[in-house]
């Protein structure tokens, strides 16, 4: 029997003692875990059964209890902290690179992104420069979409297939582009959990935050309490279209106390 519904889990960069992080910003820093929190959350999938699986996998909803495991960005971390703890757990996941940011500072480069995809994990794409996709122009959003696909299929050596949205936005358009692309699924950042007949490209993912305790993560992975999460996300969402994306940036800076750029 098929698994009804499977959450999708998604994180960013991990924080490790004595490293710097790749943005400092508390917008930013709400979505890093410390190395131990996220490990604590592993361990606890692994204690009670569960498993945790790639993009691909996950969208064969197999019957045991399931958790689908995803990260953004392509920092560094995925290769020397995540990938180890998933390794420990038995657990596979999906690594979204941002193809424009490979070998930068505190992300991974060439050799690190093809180490990771040897290593067995998932890699997709996260676009080309991390810019929100629904402000872009038709080039420019092809830039993001088929372009950086194809530079990570030349890194890795095969097919790229799987897309998730820098900070979440996207509209018809984007969809369209990463369907004509070859993608075969695009996730978003919105609180739903995913079942066999979820729009592969409008795959839900529930963020990870900084101060998530291992209760709510429970929680969350047993999908409990996601509409409430879902009405606020849309709450927000709503205010980000009535401001425009850089208004709405500039204003959450302000709320979070960060300098004014
Ligand atoms: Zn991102």
Same mark, same amino acid.
């Given at each position: 029997m098929a698994a009804s519904r499977i959450v999708f889990l998604m994180y960013h960069e991990l924080e490790l003692t004595g490293r710097k992080l790749c943005q400092s910003e508390p917008g930013y820093l709400r979505y890093i875990l410390p190395l131990e929190p996220f !490990? $604590?959350? #592993?361990? *606890? =999938?692994?204690?009670?059964?569960w498993r945790g699986l790639s993009v691909s996998e996950a969208l064969r909803y197999p019957s045991d209890a $399931?958790?689908? +495991?995803?990260?953004d960005d392509g920092c560094e971390t995925d290769l020397i902290a995540a990938a180890p703890v998933l390794r420990e757990f038995g657990f596979n996941a999906t690594f979204y690179l941002t193809a424009g940011f490979l070998g930068t500072p505190g992300y991974l480069n060439a050799s690190q992104a093809r180490d990771l995809d040897g290593q067995g994990f998932e890699i997709g794409c996260h676009s080309m420069t991390h810019s929100y996709l629904s402000d872009l122009s038709e080039p420019e959003l092809e830039r993001e979409v088929v372009d950086a696909k194809h530079n990570i %299929? %030349? +890194?890795?050596g095969h097919p790229i297939e799987h897309f998730s949205c820098p900070g979440g936005r996207y509209d018809q358009r984007t969809l369209q582009m990463a369907r004509q692309a070859g993608f075969a699924t695009v996730a978003n950042s919105q609180f739903y959990a995913n079942s066999p007949t979820t729009n592969p490209y409008e795959l839900g !993912?529930?963020? #990870? =935050?900084r101060e998530l305790t291992l209760e709510q993560f429970s929680a969350t992975c047993q999908g409990h309490g996601l509409w409430k999460k879902r009405l606020q996300y849309q709450a927000r969402r709503s205010v980000q279209r009535a401001l425009g994306n850089h208004a709405y940036d500039h204003l959450r800076a +302000? *709320? =979070?106390?960060e300098p004014r750029q």
């Amino acid at each position: 029997m098929a698994a009804s519904r499977i959450v999708f889990l998604m994180y960013h960069e991990l924080e490790l003692t004595g490293r710097k992080l790749c943005q400092s910003e508390p917008g930013y820093l709400r979505y890093i875990l410390p190395l131990e929190p996220f !490990r $604590s959350q #592993m361990a *606890w =999938l692994k204690q009670f059964g569960w498993r945790g699986l790639s993009v691909s996998e996950a969208l064969r909803y197999p019957s045991d209890a $399931s958790a689908c +495991i995803t990260f953004d960005d392509g920092c560094e971390t995925d290769l020397i902290a995540a990938a180890p703890v998933l390794r420990e757990f038995g657990f596979n996941a999906t690594f979204y690179l941002t193809a424009g940011f490979l070998g930068t500072p505190g992300y991974l480069n060439a050799s690190q992104a093809r180490d990771l995809d040897g290593q067995g994990f998932e890699i997709g794409c996260h676009s080309m420069t991390h810019s929100y996709l629904s402000d872009l122009s038709e080039p420019e959003l092809e830039r993001e979409v088929v372009d950086a696909k194809h530079n990570i %299929e %030349e +890194i890795v050596g095969h097919p790229i297939e799987h897309f998730s949205c820098p900070g979440g936005r996207y509209d018809q358009r984007t969809l369209q582009m990463a369907r004509q692309a070859g993608f075969a699924t695009v996730a978003n950042s919105q609180f739903y959990a995913n079942s066999p007949t979820t729009n592969p490209y409008e795959l839900g !993912r529930v963020a #990870m =935050l900084r101060e998530l305790t291992l209760e709510q993560f429970s929680a969350t992975c047993q999908g409990h309490g996601l509409w409430k999460k879902r009405l606020q996300y849309q709450a927000r969402r709503s205010v980000q279209r009535a401001l425009g994306n850089h208004a709405y940036d500039h204003l959450r800076a +302000i *709320w =979070l106390g960060e300098p004014r750029q």
